[in-house]
């Protein structure tokens, strides 16, 4: 295995890869190569008599023969140093010495706010760390992060100051609102690894930063100005039918701004002007009978990012329920279903059974009604599994409970989610992703089917079945948000695209996530606007609408322009990174005393 | 040997002819010597001497003068010309050196035809070849390899000759012993030394071993002190073929085998071997 060599210092010069030393055995086996060529190269002439004799050397002992210094010898050995000069890496000590800056750039969409003097906080910055990379040695390193939910290296970890300029230079805000946490503690973690302390960071945004940590610096080149935009926007499905609600934020002074609501490109509403602060707008004309709605905020703004959302007709999530169940039990069922929205009843079932039998249907979820035999009635306290979907909300104060399981004879692989006593009176079993929940009581003694825990105890699996369908909970998500779907049951793992993949500079990729046991799948803020894909073994399956949402994201008024500074940190030992010109020169130089060295070899035979 | 330049040489030898020492030379021929003799062409007039051939006094100038004068006439000479050419490997030092000497051969047997005289070659490398028919498909045919034959015997030569050795002259014996062998009865013996600009002055291309075309090999550092040295020894050696050729022509006659045959005819006429032509100068 290679040993591994850091720098190597020699005073006032540095060898950064000492391994490259090895380069100077070319000079003895050049040397060699001339000593040994002096005694064997023929050479013809005539008139050998008229040469002089070779000078005599002693007859015996150390004899010791010069090595002719041609041109070509010393042009070889020229290479020679050159190439290793190049290999080595050879340079003053004073280009491995030198700060290493860490700056965050806030990414956040509201740094494109058109200011007063017709620029942005963003292109303010662009100026201002212009300046500043500028008045930094060339020897110095910088890594320029783009704040975000997953913060990006824009250029480094330890890039020159000239790469950063060229990154910097290419910067515009692009992500929705997101905290800076996580940018700065990348920030400090990378220039940690040099050796810089914390006040090497430096934050630059649109406004000092509330909670920025001690000792890192910061640039604010915000300005105050009155904005709006939409802070959520819901497209909801219910019994009462299609209709959007939007939430609309001001900031600073209010401006009366409509909601224009557009589907195929076509305005189908419009709002009232809104009258500043915190507006919930809901409209429901026009919406419905398309998969597809537009909402735009009209009027003058200064910052256009929040002014529109795009937002998805959301899926009805049926649940088909069965029921499978004495004549005297029905109707109790029955009774608690009624009042529940989007399920269906019919006799075959592909989600719910609900019966007194245990039987097993592939993809169909089973709540058996199943009283124990002989047992003794229970009346509390009753300990309910608090935080399982199933045992949501359930409060069993006042309940008479009748036909409870004894825990010995629960079966092995069951989970218990309401007990009292020695008895189980609810339990869950999994089977794949099926689920069998046995409900161990009699609904018709006892004061069960009377009680509030009833209703709502069935509403929680009916729940946590429409939870369970394949497809996604919400088409329309803002971007700091996570969002659960559900795959198929015949898929493990779904595919997720960004609205601009596989174009050149996207800010996201393609992502392949993994589906729980019960196919399961939570995805992190996306942290992208727009429409991403879901696919399926490479087939389009949803389509997840993404909208930079979020009243901060909007907030400019707060904006100002500061400068919190902090002692000039020491110098660190960087990484050096050799210049165009330091990679040529050696190499240059090589090639040349090695094309002069053949050129005099040849021209002297 | 590769072919010469044929138009260069018929150029050049419009241009030149051969010089003649008539002194050194005995018969009768076309061209007017240097001495005495037969011809109808009036030299001067000398006293009488006994012995003297009385069909050669001057009758008018006893009668006027009582004295006995002997009219003389210029001697009307036919050289003869013996060309000895090196053949040697280090001949093939350059191709400019063989080109050099190719042609400068053919110079020299064309000016002696065009003076109505037959020009003798001698090829000679380790063995002498003399060649005394179509010199052209001989000097065609050789090649230059093996050791220097310069000191190897040669046979019967034409006595009162004009010899011309077109060598580099690069014989360890020095020049001495080849022109005691070739000045034999020789009306006039040069030598028209071809050298490559390597030869005159070698690279100092540090430690190599040296192999001699004609054989042997050195180890030696050539260094600047190594040339220095081997310029002194070049020196010397042609100094001695200076001194063994006093006093027989022209003498050792230096030519760089990277010149053009313009050039080195140059030489030739300022060393004495070739003369311009009347009215050509």
């Known amino acids: 295995m290679m040993l591994a060599l850091g720098p190597l210092s020699l005073g006032p010069l540095v060898i950064a890869a000492p391994w490259g030393l090895l380069g100077l055995l070319m000079v003895p086996a050049i040397l060699a190569i001339h000593w040994f060529r002096r005694r064997s190269p023929p050479r013809s002439v005539t008139g050998l008599f008229l040469y002089p004799p070779p000078v005599p050397s002693a007859a015996s002992g150390r004899r010791r023969e010069r090595i002719v210094a041609s041109t070509s010898l010393w042009l070889e050995l020229l290479a020679a140093l050159a190439l290793t000069w190049w290999l080595a890496d050879v340079h003053p000590a004073a280009d491995q010495r030198g700060r290493h800056v860490g700056i965050v750039l806030d990414d956040r969409l509201r740094l494109t706010a058109r200011l007063p003097a017709g620029d942005s906080a963003a292109a303010r910055l662009r100026v201002r760390l212009g300046e500043m990379l500028a008045g930094l040695r060339p020897a110095d390193r910088v890594t320029l992060i783009a704040s975000g939910a997953v913060p990006r290296v824009l250029a480094g970890p330890a890039a020159t100051p000239d790469q950063a300029r060229t990154a910097l230079a290419r910067w515009v805000p692009q992500a929705p609102w997101h905290e800076l946490d996580a940018g700065l503690a990348l920030a400090l973690q990378i220039t940690a690894q040099s050796g810089a302390t914390a006040t090497d960071v430096l934050l630059a945004s649109d406004r000092v930063a509330p909670d920025l940590p001690a000792g890192v610096a910061c640039v604010a080149a915000g300005e105050p100005v009155a904005a709006s935009g939409f802070a959520d926007a819901r497209w909801l499905r219910d019994e009462a039918g299609d209709r959007l609600v939007v939430r609309v934020v001001a900031s600073g002074a209010p401006a009366p701004r409509r909601i224009e609501i557009r589907r195929r490109g076509h305005v189908v509403q419009t709002s009232a002007p809104t009258v500043g602060g915190t507006s919930i707008i809901e409209l429901a004309s026009g919406v419905g009978d398309t998969d597809e709605i537009t909402a735009t905020l009209v009027g003058e703004d200064p910052l256009p990012a929040d002014d529109q959302v795009i937002l998805r007709r959301p899926e009805r999530r049926i649940v088909r329920i069965a029921l499978a169940l004495p004549p005297a039990i029905q109707p109790v069922v029955e009774r608690a279903l009624r009042g529940l929205p989007g399920l269906t009843l019919n006799g075959v079932s592909n989600d719910l059974l609900i019966t007194g039998d245990e039987v097993t249907t592939p993809g169909t979820w089973l709540l058996r009604i199943a009283p124990a035999a002989g047992s003794d009635a229970v009346l509390g306290p009753f300990l309910i599994r608090r935080g399982h979907p199933l045992a949501s909300d359930l409060d069993g104060t006042g309940l008479l409970w009748l036909g409870g399981l004894p825990q010995d004879r629960l079966p092995v692989d069951a989970e218990p989610l309401i007990s009292a006593g020695t008895q189980v009176l609810l339990a869950e079993r999994r089977r794949g992703r099926d689920r069998l929940v046995t409900l161990y009581a009699d609904p018709m003694t006892g004061t069960l089917a009377q009680h509030p825990l009833w209703p709502a105890l069935i509403a929680n699996v009916v729940a946590a079945r429409r939870a369970a369908l394949p497809g996604l909970s919400e088409p329309n998500r803002s971007a700091n948000q996570t969002t659960y779907l559900v795959l198929p049951p015949t898929a493990t793992a779904v595919e997720v695209c960004p609205p601009d993949a596989g174009s050149e500079g996207s800010a996201s990729t393609t992502t392949v996530f993994s589906a729980d046991a019960d196919g399961g799948v939570l995805l992190p803020p996306l942290g992208q606007a727009g429409a991403w894909q879901v696919k399926l073994a490479g087939a389009p399956w949803q389509t997840l609408q993404v909208n930079a949402l979020d009243e901060r994201l909007g907030d400019v008024a707060g904006a100002e322009t500061r400068e919190i500074t902090v002692d000039t940190p020491a110098e660190v030992a960087v990484e050096r990174r050799r210049s165009p010109a330091e990679r040529l020169i050696p190499l240059v130089l090589a090639a040349l005393a090695a094309a002069l060295a053949c050129w005099f070899w040849a021209r002297g035979r | ?281």
Do not use: N
């Open chain 2, 1 to 281: 040997m590769p072919a010469w330049d044929e138009a260069a040489v018929a150029g050049a030898a419009t241009r030149v002819r051969l010089s003649v020492d008539a002194r050194r030379r005995s018969g009768q021929g076309a061209r007017l010597g240097r001495g005495s003799g037969a011809s109808l062409e009036f030299q001067d007039h000398r006293a009488y001497e006994p012995g003297d051939d009385l069909r050669h006094l001057d009758w008018s100038v006893y009668a006027r003068t009582d004295q006995l004068v002997l009219r003389r006439h210029r001697q009307e000479v036919s050289p003869r010309l013996e060309i000895f050419v090196d053949e040697s490997a280090s001949m093939a030092a350059s191709p400019a050196k063989v080109a050099l000497a190719t042609a400068i051969t053919a110079l020299i047997a064309t000016l002696a035809e065009a003076d109505g005289v037959r020009p003798r070659l001698w090829l000679y490398a380790a063995e002498v070849r003399r060649i005394d028919s179509d010199w052209r498909a001989a000097l065609r045919a050789v090649t230059v390899a093996g050791a220097a034959g310069l000191e190897a015997p040669v046979g019967e030569l034409l006595p009162g000759a004009q010899r011309i050795l077109i060598s580099d002259g690069l014989c360890p014996g020095g020049g001495a012993a080849v022109v005691r062998r070739l000045g034999a009865g020789a009306g006039r013996v040069c030598l028209l030394q071809i050298l490559t600009p390597e030869e005159l002055t070698p690279l100092a291309v540090g430690a190599a071993r040296l192999e001699d075309r004609e054989g042997g090999h050195l180890d030696l550092v050539l260094d600047a002190a190594a040339v220095t040295a081997y310029r002194a020894r070049l020196q010397r050696h042609q100094d001695e073929w200076r001194a063994a050729l006093a006093g027989r022509g022209a003498g050792l006659v230096g030519l760089r085998a990277d010149e053009s045959l313009a050039e080195a005819v140059r030489r030739l006429i300022a060393a004495g071997v070739v003369e311009h032509r009347a009215g050509r100068a």
